[in-house]
């Protein structure tokens, strides 16, 4: 009997904790390897609440569509194919060169000529599209179909197992807040609120000061943000709750919410047999160092400048601008204008100030978001 070797060490990246975006490189080259022609291998992700396709993983170094939305109503073929479960070939994508939506303009001005699409589900949920596209026209033959959508299968299983660990994470922390929400001043939509303008700032710094987030990334600060003060929990209602001022003692004690929150996070993870999620290190910074500022006066650790990780840095911007334009029970909402005015105060001093200026170079989305995100009055405590 022979015994067959298989290539050491072949699939052991899919099962690693590194990122999605890392798995899809390796993912890619093993097609490659059988399809020379496909040039890139990405994955749109589905928001249910909006309705909308937004980019998420990509495997091409030139990475032609990033920090990207598009309403899937004013995308029909992708419509089609959520509704009928079908994969779409176009093996000539010049039949888009008149069209108008940005995303088909931007593959085929990156030079691709030919695509693939495959919707994905989780049993009968649309959760996104996966695409293959080429360099090259007219190279996706039939027979070649059969072999790729088995790829697509096992992307299909990636995207269901990724998204379940962390909807699994993060149900489990959203129920913990719930029941800090109901103690904590802090209510209203302020967590909706912060959640969107740090996923503003994350694209913008990504877009405009060259630092290398992901889409991936971005997605994970955006669900995680919301669970900054999740530490709360641990804090007694007699401090979290009094109305005065906390004198030295008591504001000891809810200083300890960031490393707290650090603890339960590391708790649940491990209740959940979540230790390896490969984001679990985002959630842990926002969490436990959301208080730090950048000339080291912070809390809980004193972290000056780039020693607080960007996720934390861009979290505090939205958390302080939306605290700042709340209403709460000891002061009144302020204006835009009178929190810019006081971001730009801290920047450079506690804030970082890259995530400043994206704040508030973009008002028309900070304005979007707060009508759509609005407290009702009795909203706040
Ligand atoms: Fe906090
Ligand atoms: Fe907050």
Known sequence: MEDVVLAPGRYKNLHSSTSLGEKFGHLHQMIRQEFTYIDRVSVSLFDREMNALKTFVQSSKDMPLQFYECLIK??????????????????????????????????????????????????????????????????????????????????????????????????????????????????????????????????????????????????????FAPLHDIGKIGIPDDILLKPGRLDEKEWEIMQTHSSKGREIIDAIADHLGLQSFEHLSLLRNISGSHHETIDGKGYPNRLKQDEIPIETQIVSVADIFDALTSHRSYKPAWSNEAAFEELTRLSGIKLNPDCVRMLMENEPAILAIQNRFGDAPGDHA
């Open 74 to 223: 004013n995308a029909p073929s992708l419509m089609e194919m959520k509704a009928l479960k079908k994969n779409r070939l176009v093996n000539d994508m010049t039949v888009f060169n008149n069209g108008t939506h940005e995303h088909t303009r931007k593959i085929a001005s990156n030079g691709y000529q030919a695509s693939y699409s495959v919707p994905l589900f989780d049993c009968d949920d649309f959760i996104g599209m996966l695409f293959f596209n080429s360099y090259q026209k007219k190279v996706f033959k039939k027979k070649d179909l059969i072999k790729l959508d088995l790829y697509a299968q096992l992307i299909n299983c990636l995207m269901v197992n990724k998204l379940q660990s962390s909807q699994m994470l993060v149900g489990a922390f959203r129920s913990c807040l719930g029941l800090v929400s109901y103690k904590d001043p802090e209510t209203g939509n302020h967590l909706e609120r912060m959640a969107r303008y740090a996923r503003l700032i994350a694209r913008e710094l990504a877009k405009k000061c060259h630092i290398d987030l992901t889409d991936e990334f971005i997605e994970n600060l955006f669900l």
